[in-house]
């Protein structure tokens, strides 16, 4: 497994494998790589004759008061485990080879990153869209795996390579959930055993809707109570707890279309997010 700093022998690793007609498969991650990321390299190596992997913990994407400095940095066994599922690249740059001085070129992301995230974290993707399309040139694959845990950025990136005719196939992975339903995430390590305890209100909110729908409940506010009405007492605050159209990520006041629900809660000092997708 290749171990690349530099923006420019990673373009060289690949540029070879493409003249060798070979499919490249890419996934992006910040590291403190667990089971959910895991699933994502699998998909690709299954799909893909090679497989590339970032870790890169992107500035952009916080805002000063986020945690950067204390997001979980957790390399060694990171490449281990990429390594034992025949990843063929990581990609593991210093901040200042992605943002060299001057940097000053952003993009501006779709109308589907206002609402939801974009309501609580302002720039958070333009960070995240200027970094993908960066990762995107710096290994042009022909797929790139991402997780529907994060339905959100999944959409704007979807619009983003639509919008910008980027030559990339974005494929959408189911997210991974410990067995009591607690989607895996990079954060959930910040979470103490108690914290951990309330933080499953989170799916067990998702799956309530879900399981309402399935009885014929379709009025969005009433589901959306329903969620609130959850999460209440097992959080310290919702960001937001909310139903809306699976392509546009506008409100819906119906589910008479492919809808998704979506939560943002904190538990203690942590921010966690998780959806399920509801009338399918
Ligand atoms: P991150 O390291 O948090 O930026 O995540 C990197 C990629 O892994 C993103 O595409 C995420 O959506 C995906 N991912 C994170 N958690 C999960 C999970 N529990 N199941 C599936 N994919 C995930």
Redo the contacts with the bound molecule.
Sequence with gaps: MKIVESPHEAYAHADHWRREGLSIGLV????ALHA??F??VRRSTQECDVTAASIFVNPTQFSPEEDLSRYPRTLEDDLAGLRELGCGLVFVPQPQQVYPEGFSTYVSPPATAKPLEGRFRPDHFRGVTTVVIKLFQILPASIAY??Q??FQ?LAVIKKMVEDLNVPIRVVS?A??REEDGL????RNRYLSAEERERALCLSRALNQVHSLVSQGLSQVAQLEHEMHRILKPATDSIDYATIVDRETLDPMVEIDRPAVALIAAHVGKTRLIDNRLIGE
């Design positions: 992006p991650t910040m590291g959910g990321h699933s994502l991402f997780g845990k994060d950025q992975c997210t991974i989607a895996l995430s990079s």
